[in-house]
């Protein structure tokens, strides 16, 4: 039961999601083992966003978007924010030189679950190195 940041569910949904990367086969063995997958309810906020910036960036076209972005709303993630993730997030961002608190948001909810977060954010990945609860899709299994 992992919980997955929103680099993950880019790849997941993406119009030009590679079918055969690490995250669609995490997906794939997700789905075929019905695991429970969680996130932040910021989750969807930011893959909104990377959609809405694939079509300023002209990587795509609004409708493929629009269909990426139908696809997000029916994913059987599980939005399990709790008041003391925020302050957690802070705690650790300012531990890690900083790193923006929306990521640290996803690392504070999988230190509270107790689960491991698979992110596709190899800056994210390095940085927290020390924590072996942050694996790549590749490594998660």
Known sequence: MPVVDAS??????APDADPSGPAMRLLSRLAADATEVF????????????LLTGVR???WSGAEADRSFALLRRLP????DAPG???????LSRRYDHHPVYDM?????AERLGRRLVTADGHLQRRLAML??????????
């Open 39 to 50: 996130g932040p309810r910021l989750l969807l906020e930011e893959v909104a966003n990377a």
């Open 8 to 13: 993950v569910v880019v790849d997941w949904v």
């Open 77 to 80: 993630v599980r939005l399990v």
């Open 85 to 91: 993730d925020l302050d957690r997030a802070w705690e």
């Open 132 to 141: 072996a609860f942050v694996v790549s899709a590749a490594e998660f299994g």
């Open 57 to 59: 960036r002209g990587r």
């Open 105 to 109: 948001v996803y690392v504070a909810l």
